[in-house]
């Protein structure tokens, strides 16, 4: 990135960092939820997508809520299946190193991350919680509230 592209970038969010966006407090599933009451549940919020973690509060993957919802319509999936079965699964590999999103990213980054990715999971800085979703809709509902 040129140094005239990321002082553009800079200047549209004026170093506001990801805390700035006043997420809502994440909404997860345990990977044992029940894909009928998946739906539900995401249909009554509104979310698209919705991280799916283990016993202990792990991100494990998430699941895409049309894409669900299409395979139970079409009789592929039956409503009392576990949401693991459907679920995409984060990759965990050395050769692509997670990235780290806290409430002190500045949004600059998470502009970047979500170029490549649906959504971001905001974490505490040890992972080990998932403290909000972060889409480029709200970067973007962010600037046009800013004026920026």
């Known amino acids: 990135m040129s140094s005239t592209q990321s ?13 700035d ?4 407090p994440a909404f997860a599933l345990p990977s044992t939820e029940v894909i009928s009451r998946a739906i539900q ?6 979310f698209s997508h919705i991280p799916v973690l283990d016993r202990d509060r792990k991100p494990l993957g998430y699941l895409d809520v049309a894409k669900l ?9 039956n409503p009392d299946d576990r949401i ?15 990235t780290l999103i806290t409430p002190a990213t500045p949004l ?4 970047a991350f ?18 909000g979703v972060a889409t480029s809709q709200d970067l973007e509902n962010f600037v046009s509230r800013r004026g920026f």
């Open 84 to 98: 693991s079965q459907y679920m995409t699964k984060f990759k965990r590999k050395s050769t692509e190193p997670y």
């Open 69 to 77: 919802k299409q395979e139970w319509e079409a009789g592929k999936a």
């Open 41 to 46: 549940l995401a249909y009554d919020r509104d």
């Open 21 to 24: 966006l006043q997420l809502p």
């Open 108 to 111: 600059a980054d998470l502009e």
């Open 7 to 19: 002082t553009t970038t800079d200047d549209k969010f004026r170093g506001a960092v990801v805390e």
């Open 114 to 131: 979500l170029q490549d990715n649906i959504f971001a999971l905001v974490t505490d800085y040890q992972r080990k919680f998932v403290l």
